[in-house]
């Protein structure tokens, strides 16, 4: 099993419909939760943040996380086109672990027709 | 405020050759860590540099190593290169405090092509 699972797609969607992504993990360690998106050839770029278990919202954006489950979601309101891109679950223990490297998913690839 | 920048962008290479791919951290930052993409796949972690010292490996060979400068810009070398090596390879820098490490923000990456 690997630690981090994420479902690839793609995922097609409406501009407009409510998009949800999420990743699964079994690393009960895991404390630090974030979402990057990828564009085509392009290095990944943050979009949240999370730590422990919790909600959290930026714009358009919300970040979930359940740690009783080793379950994360990203939910996208209003979406895109401009949205599609691939999105990347990652997570990390707290210090004293793994220096602070990161743990990805496979990404999920999201498509927003106009 | 300068962001995370790597050179080259792109680089063709051909089996058993070595390269060298470098990144600059972005502005205040204090620690490199570089990933190897595959198609369709997420960043696999491969080392991370802090004070010019390799802080943490990830399941890479010996032949993948790397050096740290003093300006905390940093290189990654590969040697005896294989098909399989063909990726876009990804730095991060963040700033690490105490034990921590902070967000990593990524640069754009050096896809590099092994024939």
């Known amino acids: 099993q690997k630690e981090v699972e994420q479902d690839p797609g793609p995922l097609s969607v409406p501009e407009g419909a409510i998009v949800s992504l999420n990743c699964t993990y079994s690393?009960?360690?895991?404390?630090?939760f974030m979402w990057y998106r990828q564009y085509s050839r392009k290095g990944p770029e943050l979009l949240m943040y999370t730590y422990s278990s919790g909600n959290k919202e930026d714009g358009r954006f919300t970040a979930q996380v359940d740690k009783s489950s080793k379950y994360i979601s990203l939910f996208i309101r209003d979406s895109q086109p401009s949205d599609s891109a691939t999105y990347l679950c990652?997570?990390?223990?707290?210090?004293?672990?793994?220096?602070?490297?990161?743990?990805f998913g496979k990404g999920t690839k999201l498509s927003v027709k106009p | 405020e300068t962001g995370v920048t790597q050179s080259p962008t792109h680089l063709i290479k051909t089996r058993g050759q070595q390269v060298t791919l470098r990144c600059s951290s972005q502005s205040g930052h204090n620690t490199v860590s570089w990933y190897q993409q595959a198609l369709g796949q997420g960043p696999q972690f491969i080392f991370q540099?802090?004070?010019?010292?390799?802080?943490g490996r990830g399941n890479f060979p010996p032949r993948f190593s790397g050096l740290q400068f003093p300006n905390y810009s940093s290189e990654l070398n590969v040697n005896a290169l294989e098909l399989d090596d063909s990726a876009l390879y990804l730095c991060?820098?963040?700033?690490?405090?105490?034990?921590?490490?902070?967000?990593?923000?990524f640069g754009p990456g050096t896809r590099l092509t092994v024939l």
């Open positions: 990652a997570m990390r223990v707290n210090y004293g672990g793994s220096q602070g490297n990161l743990i």
């Open positions: 690393n009960s360690a895991f404390q630090y």
């Open positions: 540099y802090y004070r010019e010292e390799e802080n």
């Open positions: 991060a820098s963040s700033l690490k405090v105490q034990r921590d490490t902070d967000t990593q923000y």
